[in-house]
C-alpha cells in the first residue's frame, strides 16, 4: 500500500505565507511526478503545481509567482511554498503523486487525505 501524508494547514492572515509538505511512504518503485490540487467549497478540484522527477514543474495562472513547488526524490517528499496568500487561495489541498509500485507495474495516482488551508483576516 501507498500513503500520502500532508501537513502545515492552516489560518493566516491575506498577504501571510504557509508551507505545506506531503510525505510519501509503502510500496514505492519510483515517482514520476508530485502535485497538489486544492478544492474550494462549491468549486471543482483544481491543479496548483506539479513537479516531475527531473525538476521541471508548473503551476496554475492563479498562483504563478506567489507558489513555489519542490521535491526531495530521496526522501519522497514534496513541499509547496505558499506566500502572499490571498482570501481566495482557501481551499482544501491534496498532495498528489503519479508513481509505480514495481518496475513492470503501470504509474498510477495516489492522493492524499487533505489539509485545509484558510486565508482569513
Known amino acids: 500500500q501507498v500513503q500520502l501524508v500532508e501537513s502545515g494547514g492552516g489560518l493566516v492572515q491575506p498577504g501571510g505565507s504557509l508551507r505545506l509538505s506531503c510525505a510519501a511512504s509503502?510500496?514505492?518503485?519510483?515517482?514520476?511526478?508530485m502535485g497538489w490540487y486544492r478544492q474550494a467549497p462549491g468549486k471543482e478540484r483544481e491543479l496548483v503545481a506539479r513537479?516531475?522527477?527531473?525538476?521541471?514543474?508548473n503551476y496554475a495562472d492563479s498562483v504563478k509567482g506567489r507558489f513555489t513547488i519542490s521535491r526531495d526524490n530521496a526522501k519522497n517528499t514534496a513541499s509547496l511554498q505558499m506566500s502572499s496568500l490571498k482570501p481566495e487561495d482557501t481551499a482544501v489541498y491534496y498532495c498528489?503523486?503519479?508513481?509505480?509500485?514495481?518496475?513492470?507495474?503501470?504509474?498510477?495516482?495516489?492522493w492524499g487525505q487533505g489539509t485545509q488551508v484558510t486565508v482569513s483576516s
Open positions: 509503502g510500496s514505492i518503485f519510483s515517482i514520476a511526478a
Open positions: 498528489v503523486a503519479a508513481l509505480q509500485r514495481a518496475s513492470w507495474s503501470p504509474v498510477t495516482r495516489w
Open positions: 513537479i516531475n522527477n527531473t525538476g521541471s514543474s
